[in-house]
């Protein structure tokens, strides 16, 4: 009788283990799922804004060179001094701001990646189901 229900616990207690892992699996498949559509869903935000950006900024460098090529009565000149501006911008950039740059992304990604909302109430370390007959309900 002590044998038999020591087999019955040790069986419940192996189900209850298996049933643990495959909930821990399917809830870290959701968050990775989660994890990764708010990553592409940034990128692709990220990447419409710098197309626009970049569009904007083109036809303000053409405006703005052509502007200086005529008071200076040579449009090449005006080019080179607008590609100079931009070559200085980006030296600077380099020297200086890439720390502070990466500082920030990894703040901001970080919040985005582990804030409280991406923590379920279903999580992995909620009470495993301890009897048979409560397997097939979901707290």
Not at 28 to 44: D, E, H, I, Q
Not at 113 to 130: G, H, R, Y
């Amino acid at each position: 009788m002590a044998f038999e229900k020591l087999t019955n616990n040790l069986k419940g207690l192996t189900d209850n283990g298996q049933e643990y892992a495959k909930v821990t699996a399917e809830y870290y498949k959701l968050s990775l799922f989660k994890n990764g559509m708010r990553g592409l869903v940034s990128g692709a935000n990220l990447a419409l804004r710098a197309t626009f950006g970049l569009i904007a900024m083109m036809f303000f460098s053409i405006g703005l060179s052509i502007v200086i090529g005529e008071s200076l009565d040579s449009l090449s000149a005006g080019f080179f001094i607008v590609g100079g501006i931009y070559l200085v911008i980006f030296f600077l950039i380099f020297l200086f701001a890439a720390k502070p740059l990466e500082t920030m992304l990894l703040k901001k990604y970080s919040k985005l990646a582990f804030s409280e909302d991406s923590i379920s109430k279903a999580s992995p370390l909620a009470p495993v189901v301890t009897n048979k007959a409560d397997t097939n309900e979901r707290i």
